[in-house]
Nanobody
């Protein structure tokens, strides 16, 4: 079972960039579908980006062309490169893992991203 810890959040001006990281401990990281979700107060978590064990990716329409998800299976790491950030990207960002065979899932505790001038 993996444990997930996010880092890299912070305050950035509109148009700026941040790179989020998710460190996974445990076995079989390469077998997990990995996601980034985000949530703003009073809303449900929304899927931002997904990467499969085979490194296929997909993105929410609102972040396409601005965000890039990637993974390093050798280091058990997941990343989200966020460029051209907008105030509406302000949210808590969560790392999420689903084992591709057992469907076991795990959540990280989240990292705050604030886009403001």
């Amino acid at each position: 079972q993996v444990q997930l810890v996010e880092s890299g959040g912070g305050l950035v001006q509109p148009g700026g960039s941040l790179r989020l990281s998710c460190a996974a401990s445990g076995r079989d990281f390469s077998l997990y579908v990995m996601d980034w979700y985000r949530r703003t107060p009073g809303t449900e978590r929304e899927l931002v980006a997904r990467i499969t064990p085979g490194s296929d990716t997909n993105y929410a329409d609102v972040v396409k062309g601005r965000f890039t998800i990637s993974r390093d299976n050798a280091e058990n790491m997941l990343f989200l490169q966020m460029n051209s950030l907008k105030p509406e990207d302000t949210a808590v960002y969560y790392c999420h893992a689903v084992h591709s065979l057992t469907r076991l899932e795990r959540w990280g505790r989240g990292t705050q991203v604030t886009v403001s001038s």
